[in-house]
């Protein structure tokens, strides 16, 4: 069971993921988690992908799609994994395909986690954050006992820099324009299915479990 989760910043693929991970035994597998790994027991393809993020450049694809491959032949990887946060690019996507083709492989499902800017917009502007102890509410869904104050420590809560309105916006525009064409591009192969992430997570989880038949 071979997954790829898609859905904007906020939309909430990463905790989808994170289930589907735990009830199928599959690995949620991040390319942040793999570079960190490889750079860490430096490996060959982490010390090239360190190079170019010591420099302030971003991996090529075809380093990031090889970090990507190499993960898959570790054990845990032997019933399937859900990527999440890749592949961004059609690019990365055509790349992976091309890697998966010559060992006799390819994506089965791509979960899109559907849902419209101005909930994510309204989602994320929400939130506060202690940044002592970091602990994380929402001024509709959890908000603190006394307004601007944490429960666990009484820190002043703030608003992070990537959960303000305009940088919300500015990483959304960037997914519209480079990482939602990967809907298209996988529809294309049939393997993609929407769901509903306006929706109690609980509820997106079961529309996630009947799509994966199981």
Do not use: W
Not at 50 to 65: F, I
Not at 70 to 83: E, I, M, P, Q, S
Not at 142 to 166: A, N, Q, T
């Amino acid at each position: 069971m071979k997954i790829i989760m898609l859905g904007a910043p906020g939309a909430g693929k990463g905790t989808q993921a994170k289930m589907i991970a735990a009830k199928y035994d599959i690995p949620h597998i991040s390319t942040g988690d793999i570079f960190r790994a490889n750079i860490k027991n430096g490996t060959e393809l982490g010390k090239k992908a360190k190079e170019y993020m010591d420099a302030g450049n971003l991996v090529p694809d075809e380093l990031v799609v090889d970090l990507v491959i190499d993960r898959f032949k570790d054990d845990d990887c032997a019933n399937g994994y859900v990527l999440d946060g890749f592949p961004r690019t059609i690019p990365q996507a055509e790349a992976l395909d091309a890697a998966l083709s010559k060992i006799g492989e390819s994506i089965d499902y791509v979960i899109d986690v559907d849902v419209p800017d101005a909930n994510i917009i309204k989602r994320m502007g929400g939130r506060r954050t202690c940044p002592s102890c970091d602990s994380i509410y929402h001024v509709d869904h959890m908000p603190p006992k006394v307004e601007g104050k944490c429960d666990k420590c009484g820190g002043d809560l703030i608003i992070r820099e990537d959960d303000k309105e305009e940088t919300v916006k500015n990483r959304l525009a960037v997914y519209h324009e480079q990482t939602q064409p990967l809907k298209d591009y996988y529809d294309k192969q049939g393997i993609v299915h929407s769901v509903d992430g306006t929706i109690d997570r609980k509820d997106v989880f079961a529309m996630i479990e009947k799509i994966l038949g199981e």
